[in-house]
């Protein structure tokens, strides 16, 4: 933590690195809520946060005054109604691209395949974002190509968080990826993962693919993790808790 500043008289200044601890603080307590949680007692955020009762006490009053908390009935707390508004704030000024180019360049670079974006459009997907391979051979799919929704690894994740029943879909929606060779073209091979937004709403999904020759099942195997970070990467960006796909990123290299 920074030291405490000195005031023009020479005196010690502690209200700025107080405030910094405070500010801390009342972050660690809302960050304690997660999309699985409607509430949490006392003792429950203290057990979360490690924090004091009697500071979180203190500070879930400023929480309560700025309607970020909110105290029920029977004592408990949940998330107030003012971070339904800077979440929509937030919502209002993000644009998808400017969080997933990025991201997608990223892998690109880390690969040196092509990355894609898809996105479902009733009963097919849409190519919606793409960032081309480095090799002068590549997977050509351009912005706006529509394929089929149950073939190939983009396909089949968005189907899967979509709903879709039976096998591969079951497996996939455990390890959060798909990974194809040959499946929609027998010349291309391809990795893929989801990306989610706010309320865990499927957004779509994050694929990594080229031509079978060079991105065999070994090569996707090792690109699994890659892809499961880049896609956890995208999912906080827009807002969304990430963790199972960074539980997923963890597991992958232990994956068949």
């Known amino acids: 933590m920074d030291s405490p500043s000195k005031s023009a008289n020479g005196e010690i200044d502690r209200t700025s690195a107080d405030g910094v601890a405070a500010l801390d603080r009342a972050i660690a307590i809302l960050d304690a809520f997660t999309t699985d949680d409607r509430s949490f007692s006392l003792a429950e955020i203290a057990a979360r946060t490690g924090l004091y009762k009697s500071t979180i006490l203190r500070l879930a009053n400023s929480l309560l005054r700025g309607r970020l908390l909110e105290r029920l009935d029977n004592g408990r707390y949940r998330v107030g109604p003012a971070t339904f508004r800077l979440g929509a704030l937030y919502q209002r000024s993000v644009v998808a691209v400017d969080i997933l180019l990025p991201i997608m360049r990223d892998l690109s670079e880390r690969s040196w395949e092509s990355v894609a974006f898809y996105v479902r459009s009733g009963d097919v997907r849409t190519c919606l974002y793409r960032v081309e391979s480095k090799h002068p051979i590549r997977y050509t799919i351009r912005e706006g190509d529509v394929l089929p929704l149950l073939l190939g690894s983009g396909g089949r994740v968005l189907a899967a968080f979509s709903g879709q029943q039976g096998e591969p879909y079951e497996t996939i929606r455990k390890t959060c990826n ?79």
């Open 178 to 256: 798909c990974l194809a060779v040959g499946d929609r073209d027998p010349e291309t091979g391809g990795v893929s993962a989801p990306v989610f937004g706010p309320g865990g709403v499927l957004l779509g999904a994050l694929t990594l693919a080229g031509p079978s020759t060079r991105v065999d099942a070994a090569f996707l195997q090792r690109m699994k993790r890659p892809l499961l970070e880049a896609a956890a990467r995208a999912t906080r960006a827009f807002g969304e808790d990430a963790s199972m796909l960074e539980r997923a990123s963890l597991a992958a290299d232990a994956m068949p």
